[in-house]
Each structure stands twice: as structure tokens, then as C-alpha cells.
């Protein structure tokens, strides 16, 4: 397998726990925290006990991994000005308890990303999805594609977030909020399906072969 440059640029070597974790443990461990956290919404102190939640397990995740306070502040910069207005927005829109979570939640989710491409070198990471997918090969679905596209959507994890929200809103819109396979099925689909669009675009300009 022929590997793309890495876009994913935030592995740093060393020999911590999560470093040594195998990478199917640490991608599934952030698709359940990311799962829980956002299906863990109601009542609205519920929602912020869970976002506060994910932010800790992060944070705690990051120092067993060794990272610096620059590393978790390099993780969430970009984030600052989006968050603040989001944050405002929230305030007028929903009130504050779920401005709190929606801010603390990307927060955490984004450093729980961050934990994890920083302590698995990203070809591990292809490398480990495009065995996963291999067996797919025979309805068509190209596994180099699929992984490279899903590193640049782990890597973009607030828009990953947003497709959980939409899920979450459409499964309460038809009176299925409290069904996890409600949510989880759906909010997989759509997630695979934002992969596969980014390999086409990827591909139609030379970068996915």
C-alpha cells in the first residue's frame, strides 16, 4: 500500500501506554466517548455532567500519553474563536446550560482526537482501517480510499460532531431520541458516506491513487 503525505501531521513518538495500545482499541475507545457523550443528553444537567465527563478523560488520557500543556493548547487554538461564538449563540438560542455543553464537548472530543492521532503514527492508522475493510473490496469499496478520507475526517472532528447533532435531532423528530440504534446507525452511515464523498474529491485530484 502506497501511503498519501501525511495530513495528519501530530504523532509523537514515545512509549506510554496509548502509545503501545493497539490502534482498534484507541479509535474504538474514542468512537464510544464520542457516542456516549452525545447520546447522554437529557436531562440538560445529564448533557453537561456528560460533556464535563468527556473533557476529563481526555485531559486524563493526554497526561497518561505524556503530552505537554502546549500539545493540549495547539489541540484546541483553532477552536477558540469558533467556541466563543458558538458558545454566545447557544446562550441566546438554548440557554446556558447548553451553551456549557456544547463548548466543553467539543472541547473534550477534540482533545480526545488529538490524544489519539498523537500517540499512533497515521500510516499505523491506515494501515489498521484498510485491513479492516478488505473484505469489502468485493462490493467495490476501496479500503486505501476509505482510510485516508476517514484520517481527514478524525482530523476534523467538530464537523464529525455536527453529523451527530443532525443524527440526534433527527431520531428525536421521529419521537426515537431514546433508541441508541436510532442514533448509532444512522450517525455511522452518514459518517462512512462524508469518508467516501472526501476520497472521490480526494481522488478526482490525484491525491487517492
Given at each position: 500500500m502506497s501511503h498519501?503525505?501525511?495530513?495528519?501531521?501530530?504523532?509523537?513518538?514515545?512509549?506510554?501506554?496509548?502509545?503501545?495500545?493497539?490502534v482498534g482499541a484507541k479509535l474504538g475507545g474514542l468512537v464510544l466517548l464520542s457516542a456516549v457523550a452525545v447520546a447522554l443528553d437529557d436531562p440538560p444537567t445529564l448533557g453537561l455532567a456528560s460533556a464535563a465527563g468527556a473533557l476529563l478523560v481526555a485531559l486524563l488520557a493526554g497526561a497518561v500519553a505524556g503530552q505537554r500543556l502546549s500539545d493540549l493548547r495547539a489541540s484546541v487554538r483553532p477552536l477558540?474563536?469558533?467556541?466563543?461564538?458558538?458558545?454566545?449563540l447557544q446562550v441566546l438560542l438554548a440557554?446556558?446550560?447548553e451553551a456549557a455543553r456544547t463548548v466543553l464537548?467539543?472541547?473534550?472530543?477534540?482533545?480526545?482526537?488529538?490524544v489519539v492521532t498523537a500517540t499512533t503514527?497515521?500510516?499505523?492508522?491506515?494501515?489498521?482501517?484498510?485491513?479492516?475493510?478488505g473484505p469489502l473490496r468485493r462490493v467495490g469499496v476501496d479500503p486505501d480510499r476509505v482510510a485516508l478520507a476517514f484520517s481527514l475526517t478524525l482530523s476534523a472532528l467538530p464537523a464529525t460532531l455536527a453529523l451527530a447533532w443532525e443524527?440526534?435531532?433527527?431520531?428525536?423528530?421521529?419521537g426515537l431520541g431514546r433508541h441508541p440504534r436510532a442514533f448509532l446507525t444512522p450517525f455511522v452511515v452518514r459518517v462512512v458516506k462524508?469518508?467516501?464523498d472526501t476520497g472521490d474529491a480526494l481522488a478526482a485530484r490525484g491525491l487517492g491513487d
Open positions: 498519501p503525505p501525511q495530513v495528519v501531521a501530530l504523532h509523537r513518538p514515545g512509549t506510554s501506554l496509548l502509545h503501545r495500545a493497539p477558540l474563536l469558533p467556541l466563543v461564538v458558538l458558545g454566545a440557554g446556558p446550560l464537548l467539543l472541547l473534550g472530543l477534540t482533545l480526545a482526537a488529538s503514527a497515521l500510516n499505523a492508522m491506515l494501515d489498521a482501517i484498510v485491513r479492516w475493510l443524527t440526534r435531532d433527527a431520531a428525536r423528530a421521529r462524508r469518508a467516501h
